[in-house]
C-alpha cells in the first residue's frame, strides 16, 4: 500500500487559484497559506469546455505565472484527494489521468526558487483549444472575454 505524500508547497495558475468559482478552490484554501505570485517555465494552454475555460501546463521553453501556496496544518490527505479528483487525475492510472500532479521548480517574485506540486496536463489538445501568450490565465480571460470553468460538482 502506498501511503500518499502530502506536498508542502503548490503552485496554481488557474481555477485553482483563490477566488475561482468552484467548490474546491473554496474548500482547500482554508487550509493553505498564499506565499504570493510565482512562475515556471512551460506553456500554457486554455481548454474550451461547456462549463467555461481552464488552462493546461505543458513543459516547455516559456514562462507560466501562477500564484504560490504552503499547505498549512489542515491540509490533509482528504483535501488532496479532492484536488485530484476536480483535476481528474488518478494516483494509480497517472497515464489515464487529464492531468498529472508532478514536483516543479517555482520561482517567487522575490527570487526564492521552491519545489512545490502543480497539475500538468496530460492529453492531447482538443479542438478549440489556444495557446495563452503572456502565461497568465487570468489575464488571458479578461482579455478574450471567455468565461473561466465552474465546476458543478465539488469532487
Known amino acids: 500500500m502506498c501511503v500518499e505524500i502530502i506536498p508542502r508547497h503548490l503552485f496554481f495558475?488557474?481555477?485553482?487559484?483563490?477566488?475561482n468559482p468552484n467548490l474546491v478552490a473554496a474548500a482547500i484554501h482554508a487550509a493553505l497559506e498564499p506565499l504570493g505570485p510565482a512562475r515556471t517555465g512551460g506553456v500554457l494552454y486554455a481548454i474550451p469546455d461547456p462549463a467555461g475555460w481552464f488552462p493546461a501546463l505543458v513543459a516547455g521553453v516559456g514562462e507560466v505565472?501562477?500564484?504560490?501556496?504552503?499547505?498549512?496544518?489542515g491540509f490533509d490527505t482528504e483535501l488532496l484527494a479532492r484536488m485530484d479528483a476536480?483535476?481528474?487525475?488518478?494516483?494509480?492510472?497517472?497515464?489515464?489521468?487529464?492531468?498529472?500532479?508532478?514536483?516543479?521548480?517555482?520561482?517567487t517574485d522575490d527570487g526564492a526558487v521552491i519545489e512545490a506540486a502543480a497539475y500538468l496536463w496530460n492529453r492531447a489538445f482538443p479542438p478549440g483549444a489556444e495557446r495563452v501568450h503572456?502565461?497568465?490565465f487570468a489575464t488571458w480571460l479578461a482579455e478574450t472575454g471567455h468565461p473561466v470553468f465552474e465546476a458543478t460538482r465539488s469532487a
Open 65 to 73: 505565472k501562477g500564484a504560490l501556496y504552503r499547505a498549512g496544518a
Open 134 to 136: 503572456g502565461g497568465h
Open 13 to 19: 495558475y488557474g481555477t485553482l487559484v483563490a477566488g
Open 86 to 107: 476536480y483535476e481528474d487525475f488518478e494516483p494509480a492510472d497517472r497515464a489515464g489521468s487529464l492531468y498529472r500532479r508532478e514536483s516543479i521548480t517555482v520561482r
